[in-house]
């Protein structure tokens, strides 16, 4: 590329514009701030920024980032422009217009250094020679972020959240969300949680204590599932696997108690598996209870027990279950 196809434009402003001028331009622009870009010395000319160089720079950076003028050419691209004169305002060398033809070399033609006639750019008006002086600051430039969004793959299969502590005969227990990951129709879940029973009532007996028994057989407990609000019916019956009875006695007048039961342990439980399928799993308890010289009476299972509280109020447990190992809820696929 030859000086004559490659213009500069401070050549010509050194030749055009007298020092006096250069600085007759900055009057009354005078700012001790360093963000005044009109104090400053361009360290190419080595005299102070004019209007016209600011603007020269914002104009290129602009450019540089328009699309439509900022275009990339493969190599076919480029030898085509060069045969059909599309390129004219630059000259080749014979060894360079044989390397493009022979696919060794490159033509460049958004080199950032190079000046480029303006209405080459699409400005509008008489023509001029637009050249890049990164020496030159870039001044009222408002810069626009974009913020790109990318596909991250959400490789979860599937996932569920659990309640704790969760007081009645009717809890519900946990929801199973399945993920867009999945790669079976089509699952065996298993899951635990720990429970405790809560036992209140009166009695009014003065000569005798009361006393009570809870029992829950696996027979009286069972779990359902619902989608979307309405309970579904299971392909496989799941298997429950708790069995405790709980004996006390108690004086006369109110009395209350809890203490930990053991873990309900339930395997079996089969679901249809779909991206976006979400299940909700309920417990149903039907205790049995038996009690003498006490007016009132009632048993309630906590389940998903996460604090385990333990204590007594008038009453007394004779005999106490095997606590749980652990406390907390765990779940499996098979």
Partial sequence: MTDQFCLNYRSRIKQNLEPQTLLDNIKGRYDTSNNNPYVKINATT?????QYELDMRRKIEILKYNKSSNVSL???????????GASQRRTYSQSQILALQNGTGTANITDDYC??????AGIPGAPFYLQLDPNVPLYNYLISNTYATS????KITWTHTNNSDVFGNDPFLFTIFVGPAIDVNYG???????????????SSSTDVSGTFAVTIPNENISVSVSYGG??????????????SQINGKTGNGSFNGQIEIGKLNVSNLGL????GFVYEISIHYVPINSYGNIDTFTSTIITGVKNSVSGTTNTTFTTNPVPSTGSSFSINRE
């Fill in 46 to 50: 080595g005299l102070p920024l004019t």
């Fill in 272 to 275: 249809s598996l779909s991206p």
């Fill in 74 to 84: 493969t190599k076919k691209q480029a030898w085509t422009q060069i045969v059909k």
């Fill in 188 to 202: 065996i879940f298993t899951f635990s949680a720990p429970l405790s029973l809560r036992v209140s009532g009166t």
């Fill in 230 to 243: 309405s309970d579904i019916a299971l392909n496989t019956t799941p298997v429950i696997t708790f069995e």
């Fill in 151 to 154: 596909n991250v793959e959400n």
């Fill in 115 to 120: 000046p480029t006639l303006s209405t080459s």
